[in-house]
T-cell receptor, first 110, second 114 residues
């Protein structure tokens, strides 16, 4: 199993701006997932990208995956106050359990 | 489907008492996970089950912690005796398919041990 490392640890932007978070990992993966956690809540799955995919979209979310660099990014466009949350990446290797890192705390300023 | 259901939502107990946390996974899911979250240690995977069988309990902190999954629709995490350092939010999650597929989390149990 392996843990993703999110960067930055914290990010504060103005509402309407785009937010970009990055994730790095160490070994080969089958997929990589992104999750969101609002304060006091459980994690919510946002998107899963497989190792043979380079980019995936879901609404205002765009995820990229670069397996050669062992990194992924999550872009949230036109941010809203409701996007304020912690975001976690979860690299998934074959038959390997999901371990979460410390996440990126995103704050959207009105 | 109602999602992953955890109970109780909040638990306050005194040191030395037994605590039992409960989880009902999403129907049809074959993997179940117990996580613990604190400010200091973040999200830690305690144990996970596949088809009701414990696969990896290496994250269980010590013998005071035990988990069971008697059937596909129910799991418990027990702490006996509880200690103040066990205070945390405990999450249950379930998934279908391989161990690293999409996880569905419950709302968690906020445990405070006084």
């Amino acid at each position: 199993s392996q843990q993703g490392e999110e960067d930055p640890q914290a990010l504060s932007i103005q509402e309407g701006e785009n937010a970009t978070m990055n994730c790095s990992y160490k070994t080969s993966i089958n997929n990589l997932q992104w999750y969101r956690q609002n304060s006091g809540r459980g994690l919510v799955h946002l998107i899963l990208i497989r190792s043979n995919e380079r980019e995936k979209h879901s609404g205002r979310l765009r995820v990229t995956l670069d397996t050669s660099k062992k990194s992924s990014s999550l872009l949230i466009t036109a941010s809203r106050a409701a996007d304020t949350a912690s975001y976690f990446c979860a690299p998934g290797a074959s038959a390997s359990k999901i371990i979460f890192g410390s996440g990126t705390r995103l704050s959207i300023r009105p | 489907d109602a999602g992953v259901i955890q109970s109780p939502r909040h638990e306050v107990t005194e040191m030395g008492q037994e605590v039992t946390l409960r989880c009902k996974p999403i129907s049809g899911h074959n993997s179940l996970f117990w996580y613990r979250q604190t400010m200091m240690r973040g999200l830690e995977l305690l144990i996970y089950f596949n088809n009701n069988v414990p696969i990896d309990d290496s994250g269980m902190p010590e013998d005071r912690f035990s988990a069971k999954m008697p059937n596909a629709s129910f799991s418990t995490l027990k702490i006996q005796p509880s200690e103040p350092r066990d205070s945390a939010v405990y999450f249950c999650a379930s998934s279908y398919g391989s161990v690293n597929e999409k996880l569905f989390f419950g709302s968690g149990t906020q445990l405070s041990v006084l």
